[in-house]
């Protein structure tokens, strides 16, 4: 897919390694962005001539678990609870080889519906396969915010979310050429990317604008980006995009793993297109 190899990544991956040792630049530099988001949407409201741009959600209230709605608990038996506690998974509501194709269906609208050169061209990224891991990976989480609402079947279908995007990383990986050594050394770096980047969405998802847009200059832009309006476009792009598959319905997700993404740039990013309800078999095909 990609014309450079993997090990690209690498070297970028230990590079960022050792500039986390200036903690308190990064510290300073998160703080700096933030403040020019902000200054852009002040000077946009202020400037009649320019296009006008959606409101800078702004709050000092960090929201917890308890303060969002949730699903009803679905209630398991002591036995369901023992070997769930084991490690094991109990029964489920639907069959578990269905939620297993419901998930590799999903994590495919995850990398093969999302227009990357869009990404690539709107937000500066170099065309790698590093680049192409970061974009992908945000989707996912994406997907894994919304399938954690489910109960214990979205939990299920998360973890053969996560594990189909390794496999293919690691498919991806065979099919360039890089040893087996480096491979190891790249998968351990994205794995540890990858969860980071979990964390620092989640949080920004649950905060304002400002907290979200330095988990994407950390995490998509790699602490490259210089321009405030590449940032705002992601987060407008995480924010309609939550909104719109959190409007889709649980079961068809469960059942299908279909997902259709909003594009990046449109005219009204306010609005939710309801997409059509997808049909399924007897069989989960």
């Not at 001539?49 to 960090?62: E, G, V």
């Not at 489910?150 to 990383?169: F, P």
Request: aromatic content about 10%; hydrophobic content about 40%; charged content about 25%.
């Amino acid at each position: 897919m990609y014309r450079r190899p993997l090990q690209s990544f690498v070297r970028t991956a230990f590079n960022a390694t050792a500039s986390r040792t200036a903690g308190g630049k990064v510290l300073d530099q998160e703080a700096c962005f933030a403040r020019a988001l902000v200054a852009c949407q002040l000077a946009r409201v202020s400037s009649p001539s320019l296009t006008p741009c959606r409101t800078l959600h702004m709050t000092t209230q960090l929201y917890n678990v308890k303060e969002t709605p949730q699903h009803t608990e679905e209630e398991v038996g002591a036995f369901t609870k023992l070997i769930e506690a084991m490690g094991f998974t109990g029964p489920l509501k639907y069959n578990k080889w269905k939620i297993k194709i419901a998930a590799l269906r999903m994590y495919t609208c995850c990398v093969e519906r999302i227009n990357y050169d869009d990404f690539f061209d709107k937000c500066s990224l170099p065309d790698t396969l590093n680049s192409w891991f970061l974009v992908a990976q945000l989707h996912v989480w994406m997907c894994l915010v919304r399938m954690r609402q489910e109960g214990r079947e979205g939990k299920y279908m998360c973890t053969y979310i996560v594990h189909s995007m390794w496999e293919d990383v690691e498919q991806r990986s065979k099919i360039m050429g890089v040893d087996a050594i480096h491979r190891k050394e790249a998968m351990k770096l994205m794995t540890e990317t990858f969860y980071a980047a979990l964390f620092g969405y989640d949080e920004g998802l649950l905060s304002d604008d400002c907290v979200l847009a330095a988990a994407l200059w950390r995490n998509l832009f790699n602490r490259e980006c210089e321009d405030p309006r590449q940032l705002e476009l992601m987060v407008e792009y995480v924010r309609k995009q939550m909104q719109f598959i959190d409007a889709l319905n649980g079961e068809d997700l469960l059942l299908t793993g279909e997902v259709k993404w909003r594009p990046l740039l449109e005219e009204n990013a306010q609005s939710i297109l309801k997409v059509a309800t997808p049909t399924y078999n007897d069989t989960g095909l």
